[in-house]
């Protein structure tokens, strides 16, 4: 995954940018960039932060670095953003995508001779590079932006900094978001909206599916209307997205106790504690237990100073390593204690693993477990948040196969929870996780928790399809 920012202001902007850009650090941990146009040209600069901190490893670029308008970028993947000269003049260029095709394009793209690509990312070609060798073909920025939407099979959003302002480019189906702040001096385009408040900025507009609209100093300029459908992620509210931020006109922490409440609803397991697994599960924890009206509690706490999310390690044993290390248990909380823990969701069930078996260890009578969204059978072909994991490594996978002795001809059964193989399913997963008990949120609740419309929502990770 990856999250933009990007300023244009009367003033300069580079800590806006600097700071507007950190506030994504959520969303990526691999490389970060900023670009600054000064008014001559473009002074860029990109690190590795794989080790370090964004803020930390830019902070020493900030005195060399002015102009009034930028953008910036942390990604999981790619270095970006990338600085472009080409018959469209100078411009910079991030990207939050995922381009399923990106070998079929690059083939065709190689039909015209003059054409190269330069900047790789572990051996393969930078999809942000790709994306600006598609803009470079059109006669100019809108041509390019639309070009690229009608090209790319999964999801691109685009923001593109020229001499005259940003070309801000949303997803042609709106997987991700694009917000547009202001202030007085100066508008920010971002993919989180919780940027805006302690850099001033007030919401003033959110792009529309494949929406495109240039930003200036001075305001902003439609250059191509919304598409009319709609698919937004809805792991944005359940999992990635940050708890200030709101989305198509709901807030992520408001989604997660609507959530959590819904989910208590229909569950009488009786406890004497409920909690979250930090961090996106403590929210859901919250509306379970205002809820269920039963106690919530902390007994663990996540030691936050060095360790990262247990999803980004690639090696098994270090992400169990990294499961187990982060979260420290507080063992007068537990000690006789039936525990209900929410998370956003079981994956590969690594974390939850480790925890419930922390938890036993520390003397936990009973260890039930509540995720905030249905089982994921299906891997993500429409973002990179979930890029690196394979399908066979889902929990769910894993245990359909185990039941089945094969994969299934078709995963539907397994999807429904009215039908009894979702209900094997789900009791082998809680078995090979060694919990208590285990039932997951539904997926009508869930929606209803998000309550912008199902039909503008994707499920393809629950349902095979949207």
Same mark, same amino acid.
């Given at each position: 995954?990856?999250?933009?920012?990007?300023?244009?202001?009367?003033?300069?902007?580079?800590?806006?940018?600097?700071?507007?850009?950190?506030?994504?650090?959520?969303?990526?941990?691999?490389?970060?960039?900023?670009?600054? &146009?000064?008014?001559?040209?473009?002074?860029?600069?990109?690190?590795?932060?794989?080790?370090?901190?964004?803020?930390?490893?830019?902070?020493?670029? =900030?005195?060399?670095?002015?102009?009034?308008?930028?953008?910036?970028?942390?990604?999981?993947?790619?270095?970006?953003?990338?600085?472009?000269?080409?018959?469209?003049?100078?411009?910079?260029?991030?990207?939050?995508?995922?381009?399923?095709?990106?070998?079929? %394009?690059?083939?065709?793209?190689?039909?015209?001779?003059?054409?190269?690509?330069?900047?790789?990312? %572990?051996?393969?070609?930078?999809?942000?590079?790709?994306?600006?060798?598609?803009?470079?073909?059109?006669?100019?920025?809108?041509?390019?932006?639309?070009?690229?939407?009608?090209?790319?099979?999964?999801?691109?959003?685009?923001?593109?900094?020229?001499?005259?302002?940003?070309?801000?480019?949303?997803?042609?189906?709106?997987?991700?978001? +694009?917000?547009?702040?202001?202030?007085?001096?100066?508008?920010?385009?971002?993919?989180?909206?919780?940027?805006?408040?302690?850099?001033?900025?007030?919401?003033?507009?959110?792009?529309?599916?494949?929406?495109?609209?240039?930003?200036?100093?001075?305001?902003?300029?439609?250059?191509?209307?919304?598409?009319?459908?709609?698919?937004?992620?809805?792991?944005? &509210?359940?999992?990635?997205?940050?708890?200030?931020?709101?989305?198509?006109?709901?807030?992520?922490?408001?989604?997660?106790?609507?959530?959590?409440?819904?989910?208590?609803?229909?569950?009488?397991?009786?406890?004497?504690?409920?909690?979250?697994?930090?961090?996106?599960?403590?929210?859901?924890?919250?509306?379970?237990?205002?809820?269920?009206?039963?106690?919530?509690?902390?007994?663990?706490?996540?030691?936050?100073?060095?360790?990262?999310?247990?999803?980004?390690?690639?090696?098994?044993?270090?992400?169990?390593?990294?499961?187990?290390?982060?979260?420290?248990?507080?063992?007068?909380?537990?000690?006789?204690?039936?525990?209900? =823990?929410?998370?956003?969701?079981?994956?590969?069930?690594?974390?939850?693993?480790?925890?419930?078996?922390?938890?036993?260890?520390?003397?936990?009578?009973?260890?039930?477990?509540?995720?905030?969204?249905?089982? =994921?059978?299906?891997?993500?072909?429409?973002?990179?948040?979930?890029?690196?994991?394979?399908?066979?490594?889902?929990?769910?996978?894993?245990?359909?196969?185990? +039941?089945?002795?094969?994969?299934?001809?078709?995963?539907?059964?397994?999807?429904?929870?009215?039908?009894?193989?979702?209900?094997?399913?789900?009791?082998?997963?809680?078995?090979?996780?060694?919990?208590?008990?285990?039932?997951?949120?539904?997926?009508?609740?869930?929606?209803?928790?998000?309550?912008?419309?199902?039909?503008?929502?994707?499920?393809?990770? &629950?349902?095979?399809?949207?």
């Amino acid at each position: 995954m990856s999250g933009v920012f990007g300023v244009a202001s009367k003033q300069d902007c580079v800590m806006d940018v600097y700071f507007g850009t950190d506030y994504h650090s959520h969303l990526g941990t691999s490389r970060g960039g900023i670009a600054i &146009w000064n008014g001559k040209n473009f002074n860029s600069v990109i690190h590795n932060i794989e080790n370090i901190q964004f803020r930390a490893k830019f902070e020493s670029d =900030l005195t060399k670095l002015s102009g009034n308008m930028g953008i910036g970028c942390i990604s999981d993947t790619e270095p970006q953003p990338l600085t472009v000269r080409s018959h469209l003049g100078q411009y910079a260029i991030t990207t939050v995508a995922k381009i399923n095709n990106l070998n079929e %394009i690059v083939t065709k793209a190689f039909n015209h001779r003059d054409i190269h690509f330069l900047e790789t990312s %572990i051996g393969t070609i930078n999809p942000t590079e790709l994306v600006s060798v598609i803009i470079d073909q059109e006669s100019s920025f809108k041509e390019g932006l639309l070009k690229t939407q009608e090209l790319v099979e999964g999801s691109c959003s685009i923001l593109a900094l020229t001499p005259r302002g940003i070309y801000a480019s949303r997803d042609k189906m709106g997987r991700t978001p +694009l917000v547009i702040g202001e202030k007085s001096d100066a508008y920010c385009v971002s993919f989180e909206s919780c940027t805006f408040a302690n850099l001033g900025y007030r919401f003033k507009y959110e792009l529309g599916p494949g929406e495109i609209v240039l930003i200036t100093p001075d305001g902003l300029e439609q250059i191509s209307p919304p598409q009319d459908k709609m698919k937004i992620c809805a792991f944005l &509210w359940v999992y990635y997205g940050y708890p200030s931020s709101t989305y198509e006109g709901m807030n992520v922490e408001v989604m997660r106790y609507r959530n959590g409440a819904l989910l208590a609803e229909k569950d009488h397991v009786e406890i004497d504690m409920v909690a979250g697994i930090p961090d996106s599960g403590i929210a859901h924890a919250i509306g379970y237990s205002n809820q269920a009206q039963v106690p919530f509690g902390r007994p663990f706490i996540k030691y936050t100073p060095t360790w990262s999310r247990s999803f980004m390690p690639q090696d098994q044993e270090i992400r169990n390593l990294v499961a187990r290390m982060k979260l420290m248990p507080v063992p007068e909380l537990v000690a006789g204690k039936r525990l209900l =823990l929410c998370d956003d969701s079981i994956v590969r069930g690594t974390q939850l693993r480790e925890t419930a078996d922390l938890l036993y260890k520390c003397d936990a009578r009973e260890v039930h477990i509540r995720p905030a969204c249905p089982p =994921l059978v299906f891997g993500c072909k429409y973002l990179n948040f979930s890029n690196s994991r394979s399908e066979m490594d889902l929990a769910a996978r894993q245990a359909i196969i185990e +039941l089945e002795g094969k994969e299934p001809e078709s995963w539907d059964d397994y999807c429904d929870p009215a039908n009894e193989k979702y209900h094997c399913m789900v009791e082998c997963i809680s078995k090979r996780l060694n919990f208590t008990s285990l039932a997951y949120q539904n997926l009508p609740d869930m929606l209803e928790a998000i309550g912008i419309g199902t039909d503008k929502i994707c499920t393809y990770c &629950w349902k095979g399809k949207e």
